[in-house]
Each structure stands twice: as C-alpha cells, then as structure tokens.
C-alpha cells in the first residue's frame, strides 16, 4: 500500500520539530495531522478498520516520519507498539487482547506506563503496587516516560501482587484517562525528545477493573509470553528505527553544509579535505550496519522466525543500533564545527535527541547484563553474587 505519509504531511512536522523542542511542547499538530491521515491505525487488521501492516512494514513507516520529525515518531511509536502487539497476538489465535483493537479502531490512544525510578528491569519487575480486589486491582505508584501524556485515553502499564511474597506476580494494566487515583505530574523539562511529552502519572490506589488486566503472570523472565514479548519486541524495534531513521537524517544535513564550508587554508569547500572524508565515510559505515540488522529483526519477527535466543537478539539490535546513532550524530557534531553547538542548528537538535536512546528499555546495564547471561547459559533471574 501506499504510504499515509504525504511529503507535504512530513515537510510540516519537519517545519514543526524545532519549535516544539524549544517551547518544550507536544507535538499536538502533527499528531492531529497524522491521526487524521491514519497513521495511529496503521497496525490494525483490515477487519477493524486498519491495513494491518506487519511490524516489518510499520517499521518504514516509523522510519520515514523519524526522518522528519524524530520525537514525533518516538511518542506515537508507544500507541503502535499496543496496537501490533495486540494483532500480532489475535494472528496467532490469542484473543485475550482484542478489545485493544476495537478500542483503537474507536479512537483510543494507548500510551505506555513502565519506567519507574529505581527499576531498571522495566515490564519484568516493578516497584508499583497491585492489591486484588473485587472484580479487578488496586494499582499504586509513579511511572514517568510514558510520552503521549496530553492525548493518551488509555495507559498500559504493569505493577507487582507481592501477597505471596514467595511467588510475585507482575500484573499488567490499562488504566483509562481519568479514573480516580490517576493523576499527571507536569515534569518535563528534559535534554531531548522534548516533543514527546512524557510527564509522570501517578496511580493512586486507581482500581483497574478484570477487562483491562491484560495478564498475571510470574515476576521476571520466567513469566514471559507472546503478550510481553509482543510489546518489547514492537516497542524496541520502534525504538531502534526512530534512531536509524536520526542518523541517516545527521548525514543528510551535514554532508549538505560541508558542500558549501570553507577554510582559509583551502581553495575548495571542505569536502576535499582526507579527514572530512574520513569522518564522513565512518558516519555511512555505522549507518550501513544499522539498517540490515534492524530489517532482519522486524522480519524475522513478522514472518515467525523466533528462537529460544531472541530476547538477546531484540535487545542486542536494538544497543547497537543506538550506539551506532550516537557515534553518527557525535561524529557530525565534530565535523561541522563550532556551529554545530549553536541552537539554530539541526545538529544540536538531534544530537540531544539522540542521547535519549540509551535510556530506553533495555539500558546499557541491563542489555549487557541479558546478552551476557544468555551467552553463558545462566538464568536471566538469576541474582548475582559475590564473595
């Protein structure tokens, strides 16, 4: 099918990206603008109003809008990532999410609620409280990086049941806009990815009825299925396209300004220079890897192919691909000189946009810690130990 993302709809969230940042606001008009064009249903089947595009196709599609307008494609890759899970699960013969879809197809905007301060194993732990009570939990906490806070409807999130302190369970939520207990905490003043909005909510004792429990199941690895496995891997493989995606736009405007940057030295613009052609040349070798890795992965996922390794695979991918970003966008800033520091640059913009990638699930520690245990046999709830 034909992309939703007319050149015109991306040339105005490129035009826009700069003044959210600045104003440190959400991107509200390119939301609306893609809402109405049918980007939020994207992942929907064909039977609930959408063209349901495979995680490999909608990762173009996110791709392309971070080409333009990176913060905006993080923020709505949060309600994507809910949205594929879900058709990914009723494709598999697994209706327990279903509503998702109807709900999604009738409007709703889901957000995600699982960073918390002082959890760095985000949807496997948590330090927000789940009591069971008639007909559904009582859910008490602060979760912070959910993005999407003016818009969301419905935000999923997950807690621990610790009643049986010798078997916890992680209980996965969507609590809805507006339930008591739920309230929004004007936090957000950040480095970058400033569009995206992600305020605290905080979840007082918010009853969640049994329709919006997605699952119970054991705390940790031991406990995860096709659900949690769905998110992380339709989440992280947003994640790692809106970085691919930054990098490639980097190249884009600083081979453009090297074209016409001089030196008293030099009788031809500084692309002659071996050194500029160096760094350049270093800058599309890092990008070069990062695309036939992240494809593989989205394939791999939407056409079945997944072993007993894939968790360290998705992490593994989506590491090295932020990394690689990040060597991109810092390599950029060196060639471009002292005017890459100045705010009216692009550069600048992405550059701490770029930071923020290694602060989404899983962080460095974290992805070390999987791809690390995984590798030498050791359970990944295995505590460790010294002494």
């Known amino acids: 099918m034909a992309s939703v993302l007319s050149q015109s709809l991306l040339d105005k969230c490129r035009e826009r990206a700069p003044i959210y940042d600045r104003e440190n606001r959400f991107c509200q008009e390119d939301f609306d603008a893609l809402k109405a064009a049918g980007y939020l249903k994207l992942a929907l089947p064909k039977e609930y109003g959408g063209p ?4 490999a196709q909608l990762s173009r599609e996110t791709r392309l809008l971070a080409m333009y307008a990176p913060a905006t494609a993080l923020c709505i890759n949060m309600h994507n990532y809910w949205v594929g899970m879900a058709a990914d699960l009723l494709r598999g013969g697994d209706k327990s999410c279903e509503w998702i879809l109807k709900e999604a197809a009738a409007g709703e905007i889901f957000a995600a609620g699982h960073a ?11 330090t927000t409280k789940a009591e069971r009570v008639d007909g559904g939990y009582k859910i008490t906490g602060r979760k912070s990086f959910g993005s999407l806070t003016p818009v969301w409807t419905r935000m999923g999130g997950h807690s621990m049941d610790t009643s049986d302190p010798k078997a916890p369970k992680i209980v996965h939520f969507f609590v809805p806009r507006g339930t008591p207990g739920v309230t929004i905490k004007d936090t957000w003043d950040v480095m970058g990815m400033r569009a995206t909005r992600s305020d605290d909510t905080v979840l007082d004792g918010a009853f969640v009825p049994d329709k919006y429990i997605a699952r119970v199941i054991p705390a940790g690895v031991a406990g995860v299925d096709m659900f949690v496995l769905g998110f992380f891997t339709w989440g992280l493989v ?8 930054l990098a490639m736009r980097v190249r884009e405007v600083i081979v453009e300004q090297l074209k016409t940057k001089t030196a008293i030295a ?15 040349a270093e800058i599309t070798m890092d990008i070069e890897t990062m695309g036939p890795h992240v494809e593989a992965i989205a394939n791999d996922w939407s056409e079945g192919r997944i072993g007993p390794d894939w968790f360290l695979r998705l992490v593994a991918m989506k590491h090295r691909t932020v990394e690689s970003a990040f060597r991109v966008v810092d390599r950029a800033l060196d060639l471009s000189g002292g005017f890459g520091m100045f705010k009216k640059s692009e550069l600048e913009r992405l550059f701490r946009d770029c ?3 290694r602060f989404h699930p899983a962080n460095p520690l974290l992805t070390h810690e999987i791809v690390g245990k995984i590798s030498l046999g050791i359970n990944p709830d295995e505590q460790p130990r010294w002494g």
Do not use: C, K, W
Request: net charge negative; glycine share 14%; charged share 10%.
């Open 52 to 55: 349901g595009l495979t995680l």
């Open 355 to 357: 930071r923020a990638g």
């Open 116 to 126: 918390e301060h002082g959890n760095d194993i985000p949807g496997l732990l948590s």
């Open 238 to 245: 947003g994640f790692a396209n809106v970085y691919y995606a």
């Open 266 to 280: 030099l009788t031809r613009p500084m692309i002659y220079h071996p050194e500029i052609q160096h760094g350049i």
